[in-house]
């Protein structure tokens, strides 16, 4: 089972910026394929962003495209997201997810395709 613990969330106006951690343990962090999900208030859990064990490989939800870039460093254990020109609509709790049986080049979307969650840290866009 792997450990996740997200970092970095907190209250920022419409047009800034956040930049979120999640530490990883437990397993080999480089055999591991990483997503970020979120659910606001009222509503189901949503993909944001993933990334292969490849770290050139990487795939984003519509909404978040051009504004927010998943990263990951093996050697920290970490992945990021960092989010950009955010806007209240992107208020959200954001978690951090692994998948351990994740081939070299895919990501994943789904959220039952992730073996492990982390316990969310709340991101507030207020306008």
């Known amino acids: 089972q792997v450990q996740l613990v997200e970092s970095g969330g907190g209250l920022v106006q419409a047009g800034g910026s956040l930049r979120l951690s999640c530490a990883a343990s437990g397993r080999t962090f480089s055999d591991l394929g990483m997503g970020w999900f979120r659910q606001a208030p009222g509503k189901e859990r949503e993909f944001v962003a993933a990334?292969?064990?490849?770290?050139?490989?990487?795939y984003y939800a519509d909404s978040v495209k051009g504004r927010f870039t998943i990263s990951r460093d093996n050697a920290k254990n970490t992945v990021y997201l960092q989010m950009g020109t955010l806007n209240p609509e992107d208020t959200a709790v954001y978690y951090c997810?692994?998948?351990?049986?994740?081939?070299?080049?895919?990501?994943?979307?789904?959220?039952?395709?992730?073996?492990?969650w982390g316990q969310g840290t709340q991101v507030t866009v207020s306008s």
């Open positions: 990334i292969a064990r490849n770290p050139s490989i990487t």
């Open positions: 997810a692994a998948r351990a049986r994740a081939s070299w080049g895919s990501v994943a979307l789904l959220h039952y395709q992730y073996d492990s």
